[in-house]
Every structure is written in structure tokens, then in C-alpha cells.
């Protein structure tokens, strides 16, 4: 399958699993992994899931406008770009984010291969 194709699977992936249920993220990270959220560092599988599940609001739906990727290490690591809109629950406008993976071992079809080694993301 294609760099490009894999990127759509596992961003499809994420982003669903975010908008239905965030603590079923936590299979895809591990204690070595790190997200960086506006700027503050969290490492770790359970500190990511606490900090993606305690945000402000409970409901929302990401509308993805841009998905990039590249290959990226010999252990089939994938670095990925996203841009979109998000639409909390409540709001008339939606914010505008852009977040950034580095996606190890993703196989379409079998998120539980995968894990995000790192991840940034921002909210404008």
C-alpha cells in the first residue's frame, strides 16, 4: 500500500477514535511517546490519554482539509501532517488546528500495530 493511503488509514483512524471515545487512543502510544500540546510536553501512554480526556469539552468533529506524509527512519516510521477544522459541540465556529505525527509500524486495518512515537499539535 502507499505512503499516501496508510497516512489517510491512520488518519482516518485517530481522528474518529478521537471524536467517539479519546481514551481509546491509548493503544496508540507508548511510554516513550510524547505529545506536545500548544506548546507543554506530556510523555507517556497514560499522561497523553489524561490530558487529551480532560480537555474542556466532551463532544466534537474534526473535518480534515489536508493530510501529508513521507517516510520517514528504516523501521517503516511515517511522518504525518494534518490540517482541518475543529467543531466543538456548543460553538457557531469552528477552530482551525494543525497537528503533526510520527507514525511507527501503521498497518491499515490493524491500528493495534501502531504507535505515535511523537505528536504536536496547535489550535488557532
Known amino acids: 500500500m502507499d505512503p499516501d493511503s496508510v497516512a489517510k488509514a491512520f488518519v482516518e483512524h485517530y481522528y474518529t477514535t478521537f ?7 491509548a493503544n496508540l502510544y507508548q511510554e516513550s511517546s ?3 500540546f500548544e506548546g507543554q510536553k506530556i510523555q507517556g501512554s ?3 490519554v489524561a490530558k487529551l480526556t480532560s480537555l474542556p469539552f466532551q463532544q466534537c468533529q ?5 493530510v501529508d506524509c513521507q517516510p520517514s527512519g528504516p523501521a517503516g516510521g511515517m511522518l ?4 482541518g477544522n475543529l467543531q466543538l459541540a456548543g460553538e457557531q465556529h469552528a477552530l482551525k488546528f ?8 501503521f498497518v491499515p486495518d490493524v491500528p493495534s500495530d501502531a ?10
Do not use: K, P
Open 115 to 124: 504507535y505515535t512515537a511523537g505528536e504536536l499539535l496547535r489550535v488557532e
Open 80 to 83: 504525518v501532517f494534518v490540517s
Open 62 to 66: 474534526h473535518s480534515i482539509t489536508t
Open 46 to 48: 497514560q499522561n497523553i
Open 34 to 36: 510524547m505529545l506536545t
Open 98 to 105: 494543525s497537528q503533526g505525527f510520527v507514525v511507527m509500524h
Open 19 to 25: 471524536d467517539a471515545n479519546r481514551s481509546g487512543l
